[in-house]
């Protein structure tokens, strides 16, 4: 199985950014952890981050022949990009939200997602782990 891990907006300056919310660890070794953590499951994985609507959308269009899932965690694109949602709307392959922090006990614009309606699901709270479970999550729906 092919797994597409898309980062949005912000995502570049973990370890840096709100370490008190996001946690230390970098984007770079997120994906390592990630990478070690799946790495007897039988998936290849890919990672692109962007701070850009628009590139998102492009990979994501590129993941429906490309990859058997996306995990994606739109960063504060969540809250309101609705272009993003629409074209996870528009693909076949399925996709799990992720967030490292929970995002529903935050500021209460967080709280609301337009992207996930366009997801198979959402995993929030877990930090780093969360992609972890969002890949498990797709290979127990491709069963």
């Known amino acids: 199985m092919k797994i ?4 949005g907006p912000n995502l570049n300056m973990l370890g840096v950014r709100e370490p008190e919310i996001y946690g230390k660890d970098t ?8 990478q070690e953590k799946v790495k007897d499951a039988g998936v290849e ?3 692109y981050q962007s ?10 269009h590129a993941a429906h022949t490309a990859f058997d899932g996306i995990v994606i965690n739109p960063g504060a694109y969540t809250h309101y990009s ?16 992720v967030h ?12 609301n997602s337009v ?20 890949i498990m999550a797709l290979l127990e729906a491709e069963k």
């Open 82 to 97: 609705y272009a993003i949602a629409d074209a996870l709307s528009s693909i076949k392959t399925p996709a799990v939200e």
């Open 100 to 111: 490292l922090s929970n995002i529903h006990k935050r500021e209460g614009f967080r709280h």
């Open 51 to 60: 701070n850009c609507e628009g590139e998102i959308i492009d990979q994501i």
């Open 115 to 134: 992207t996930a309606a366009s997801c198979i699901g959402q995993v929030c709270g877990f930090g780093k782990y969360g992609y972890v479970m969002a």
């Open 27 to 34: 984007l770079e070794s997120i994906n390592a952890y990630v």
């Open 4 to 7: 597409l891990i898309i980062n």
């Open 45 to 47: 994985l890919a990672f």
